[in-house]
């Protein structure tokens, strides 16, 4: 029998579909069926058959969530419906005092036989910023912002991206309607972002809230892609809509393929009861710090539409809901002293030691001051009242000093001057917040926490070599750096007695058998670990994950990149001044090539296995630096770059005296023509170069 193959157009649909389904059952339902690479495949396959049929590519298709599109500026649009903001109280009283109006309002008054009988609907008060969302025929079509409540923004490439947005419904939807619902930003999402500012030497963010509403209005939405928002929804308006109550409607929405609360254990609740809410209200009084994510309060609603319309509105406000606030929890202790710790890369965080107080539950007896700025700004002295908070981070902060408990003899804190590790003097860079203690290899936290870097699961992944074992045999001087790592035996571990604990707590431990040949196991294993994570171990400041896959790409080989020039780092994607300066300061210091030939001298992977590396084709080009510029016959751009690095050549991006050798294709700016020649640089045709290549 004939057999049609499926069209391409077909297939497009196809994928689309299918990559739809994927990530509803992934980032909505929390249950994926595929593997990410599975599910990369599918995607990489639909984003080629787009490239090939741009005509058939799909409005909502999946792989417009990557962003890529940057926009001038948002435009201004009217809501259909007015983004009405919730009527709000931080009292008990005042829910059921609320409730008590209402109930009299819906029976008439006096009507004391049918009490209670209406329903409310209970759901969390999502700290983020409120978004309306336009569905046509099932697909998204439009975005926008709260903005004054009348106008808007339209975000809609931004919301395209994030994942628990749907662009394309499920089921039996109306055909058109608005949803509306809170953006927001995950703790650990949060968290990470800050950490990896943190490492860069870059201002941290205030908090969720604020980084999420930041990210919302970025410019280039593959910013926005990559920043983890996320999306509960609330409300949906519309003409004629298939359902009479809210409750109902979050459980259309959610076979819509919608994020509802209804998917969560008692993150929506029906009552007809005030003792209904206010078991609602206490549950999450307690419970919202294990979210993973802020709440701000908990919002009550009328349960039918016939009782929201009987209630109606005010000029701001629905009268049919209120929202209970929870006091941000918030408590004042006196400030016993300040210290500061040093991280692996020298940044030095202040801490403050409290006088211990409950709060959230736990017991605070320290808070993080991010930096002098900070510190100056909260004009803080030991001795004070402060007032600290817990907020989404999950060390609490200082948020301000209590006036009415002034120390009349006060002494301002000043911040420290020298490393409180190793005496060194500080250094704060312009531009950036923290200090740095500049003494990288002299400082016994900035050692060990390199060490515990080295180990870390994402770098070699040594098992059983946790931070206390690190700072142990640190302490007991067998592991002065990493390197050294390799050279410890069994026989000096066995028994040994290692010191652990912070200083003003420490014990002591003996290092057990079974953990030593756990340990030497973990060493073993990690000399298979591949050229880019030992990059990225080496802890080479602004070397993260990303830039050591670039340069171990690049260059191949540990030796390349200790040989390389500014030029030639810059020539990487991703490189620019600061990182460039950074490795070339690293491999400027003796030590470092010590340890790189104690790490040579075990078998740890220097370079990229053959597998990863382009396939050799001749040494014509070794030790050269080439230009390539204009258009070529016999190569794409990548392939020409490609075939000078087979054939042993360094890719940089600028002429300079220093430049080996300048490939012309067609098209090469005059501009740089001349400048080759006035520098003396030999320029070659691309025939000519197939020629010295022996093609
Ligand atoms: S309903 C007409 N439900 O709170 C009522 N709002 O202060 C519309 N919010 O702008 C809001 N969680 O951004 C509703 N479960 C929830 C909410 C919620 C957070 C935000 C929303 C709104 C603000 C009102």
Same mark, same amino acid.
Do not use: Q, W
């Given at each position: 029998m004939y057999f049609r193959p499926m069209s391409d157009q077909a297939r497009i649909q196809e994928l689309v579909v299918q990559l739809n389904e994927h990530n509803h059952r992934y980032?909505?339902?929390?249950?994926?069926?595929?593997s990410d690479y599975a599910f990369d495949q599918l995607l990489q396959e639909l984003q080629a058959l787009e490239q090939q049929y741009p005509q058939w590519a799909?409005?909502?298709?999946?792989?417009?969530?990557?962003g890529g599109d940057i926009t001038d500026r948002f435009e201004k649009v009217k809501h259909q419906y007015p983004m009405l903001s919730l009527s709000n109280t931080y009292s008990r009283e005042e829910i059921m005092e609320w409730e008590s109006r209402a109930t009299k309002l819906l029976t008439g %008054?006096?009507? +004391?036989?049918?009490?209670?009988?209406h329903e409310f609907a209970l759901e969390l008060k999502y700290d983020g910023l409120a978004i309306s969302l336009s569905y046509e025929n099932g697909q998204l079509v439009r975005a926008l912002t709260?903005?004054?409540?009348?106008v808007g923004e339209d975000i809609t490439v931004n919301a395209r991206?994030?994942? %628990?947005?749907? +662009?394309q419904l499920r089921g039996n939807f109306p055909e058109r309607f608005e949803i509306r619902g809170e953006v927001f930003m995950p703790k650990d999402v949060f968290e990470r972002i800050n950490a990896e500012r943190s490492e860069a030497g870059e201002e941290l963010y205030a908090n969720p809230r604020n980084t999420a509403a930041g990210t919302l209005k970025q410019q280039d939405s593959a910013e926005v892609a990559k920043r983890g928002l996320d999306c509960f929804l609330y409300a949906v308006l519309g003409d004629?809509?298939?359902?009479?109550?809210h409750a109902d409607a979050m459980q259309a929405a959610m076979d819509w393929g919608f994020k509802t609360?209804?998917?969560?254990?008692?993150?929506f609740e029906v009552t007809r009861s005030v003792q209904g809410i206010m078991d609602f209200i206490a549950h999450w009084d307690i419970q919202r710090h294990h979210l993973p994510f802020d709440i701000d309060g908990i919002v009550i609603k009328l349960n039918t539409y016939s009782d929201q319309n009987e209630l109606g509105l005010t000029a701001k406000s629905p009268r049919w809901a209120i929202a209970y606030k929870f006091k941000s929890e918030s408590a004042s202790t006196p400030l016993l002293d300040m210290t500061y710790q040093v991280g692996r890369t020298g940044a030095i965080t202040p801490v403050a030691h409290l006088q211990p107080v409950v709060l959230a539950g736990t017991t605070v007896k320290r808070a993080s001051v991010h930096n002098a700025d900070q510190i100056r700004k909260l004009d803080l002295a030991i001795g004070d009242c402060v007032f600290v908070e817990k907020g989404g981070e999950i060390i609490p902060k200082i948020t301000g000093v209590d006036p009415t408990a002034a120390n009349p003899h006060r002494v301002p804190i000043v911040f420290i001057?020298?490393?409180?590790?190793?005496g060194s003097a500080l250094v704060r860079q312009d531009g950036e917040a923290q200090h740095y203690c500049p003494n990288e290899d002299g400082c016994a936290p900035q050692r060990i926490g390199k060490i515990e870097h080295f180990v870390s699961r994402k770098a070699?992944?040594?098992?059983?070599?946790g931070s206390e074992t690190v700072s142990g045999l640190y302490g007991a001087g067998?592991?002065?750096?990493?390197?050294a790592i390799y050279s410890l035996k069994p026989e000096q571990l066995i028994g040994l007695e290692l010191t652990v604990g912070a200083e003003d707590d420490s014990k002591k431990r003996s290092l057990q058998k079974k953990s030593v040949d756990n340990l030497m196991a973990g060493i073993e294993q990690s000399?298979?670990?591949p050229f880019e994570r030992v990059l990225f171990a080496?802890?080479?400041?602004?070397?993260g994950e990303t830039v050591a896959k670039k340069l171990a790409k690049a260059f191949v080989s540990i030796d390349a990149i200790a040989q390389a020039n500014m030029e030639s780092l810059l020539?990487?994607?991703?490189?620019g001044e600061k990182i460039a300066a950074s490795v070339l300061a690293w491999f400027e210091r003796q030590e470092h090539r010590d340890w790189i030939e104690q790490l040579r001298a075990a078998g740890v992977q220097l370079e990229l296995d053959a597998s990863q590396q382009p396939a050799a084709e001749s040494?014509?080009?070794?030790?050269k630096t080439v230009v390539v510029s204009g258009v070529f016959e016999h190569f794409s751009r990548d392939g020409i770059k490609a075939s000078v690095e087979a054939n042993g050549g360094q890719i940089v991006g600028s002429i300079s005296k220093k430049t080996g050798l300048v490939i012309a294709g067609d098209k090469m700016g005059p501009e740089k023509k001349k400048k080759a020649e006035d520098l003396g640089v030999p320029v070659l045709s691309e025939n000519e170069y197939l020629r010295l290549i022996g093609k």
């Open positions: 980032y909505v339902l929390n249950n994926p069926t595929i799909l409005p909502n298709s999946p792989t417009k969530r990557v %008054s006096g009507d +004391l036989f049918s009490n209670h009988l709260r903005g004054d409540g009348e991206t994030i994942r %628990s947005i749907p +662009l004629n809509l298939p359902f009479s109550s609360p209804l998917a969560f254990p008692r993150y001057e020298h490393c409180p590790e190793c070699m992944n040594m098992d059983g070599l067998l592991l002065p750096n990493y390197a000399k298979a670990v080496l802890g080479i400041r602004f070397v020539a990487v994607d991703e490189v040494n014509v080009l070794a030790g």
